[in-house]
């Protein structure tokens, strides 16, 4: 599993009621390519996987699903919605945007800034934006460490892919109990809030503050707590 969920996970899976109710799954996208084309491979994963488990008699897929987004991870599973809102029950959107920060053309003086030679610089003063308020440093060296190691062209698929257009052209509702966990963040102001408001009606919408974009490592224990919460509110779990 991802060493971003590594802790939330570890918590999330000791709680009874969870881990007789449900089953982790885990999927790793490759970040410099279409959101869309990320979605689709999600999509033919579970497809894989409903296989194999019928194959072995196994029934649990049949059940609706719970997706958590983090960051690029919320517009991949607002796609899901979008194709299987019969087979969605909830959504958690973990400081992830449910609109872009503007068009292609005014984020484009920002992603150039990735395809310059010097561009680990630019990669390092950004992991120092994300990783703000975090109180744990050795965790946070990793995420740099890998972040940093991430090839140039991968880095510049990632940034060109948030601001695809097609992603973004239908702000259809979005139906299903949704929770969005965020950091303080001078993106996520008084407007933004609105909009995801009425974009998602009922939407259970917190803002930590002392947090980093990496919130679920900051405070497992807060979040798992968070969700759990959650979904009790919605009898998803008993």
């Known amino acids: 599993r991802p060493l971003t969920w590594d802790r939330a996970y570890t918590e999330l899976s000791a709680d009874p009621v969870i881990n007789k109710k449900y089953q982790f799954y885990f999927f790793r996208y490759p970040s410099g390519v279409p959101v ?12 894989s996987l409903k296989k194999e488990l019928d194959r072995k008699g196994n029934r649990i897929y049949r059940d609706r699903m719970i997706l958590i987004g983090h960051s690029m991870g919320t517009p991949v599973i607002r796609q899901f919605f979008r194709r299987y809102p019969a087979k969605t029950s909830a959504l958690v959107v973990v400081d992830g945007a449910l609109k872009p920060f503007g068009t292609r053309e005014q984020m484009e003086p920002m ?42 062209h991968v880095v510049v698929g990632a940034m060109e892919a ?33 909009f995801v408001r009425e974009l998602v009606p009922g939407i259970d919408y917190r803002v930590w503050d002392g947090v980093s974009h990496f919130l679920m490592m900051d405070e497992p224990q807060k979040f798992n707590e968070t969700v759990i919460g959650f979904l009790t509110k919605y009898k998803l779990v008993k």
């Open 162 to 194: 948030q601001f695809d257009p097609a992603i973004w052209k239908d702000q259809d509702r979005i139906t299903v109990p949704t929770l969005a966990i965020m950091a303080v963040n001078p993106a996520w102001n008084a407007d933004y809030e609105k």
């Open 36 to 47: 869309a084309f990320s979605a689709a491979k999600c999509r033919e994963a579970l497809a």
């Open 111 to 152: 992603i150039a800034r990735f395809r310059a030679p010097d561009y680990k610089k630019s990669v390092e003063e950004f992991v120092g934006f994300l990783a703000q308020s975090s109180k744990n440093e050795k965790l946070m060296e990793k995420i740099r460490a890998s972040m940093l190691n991430t090839p140039q």
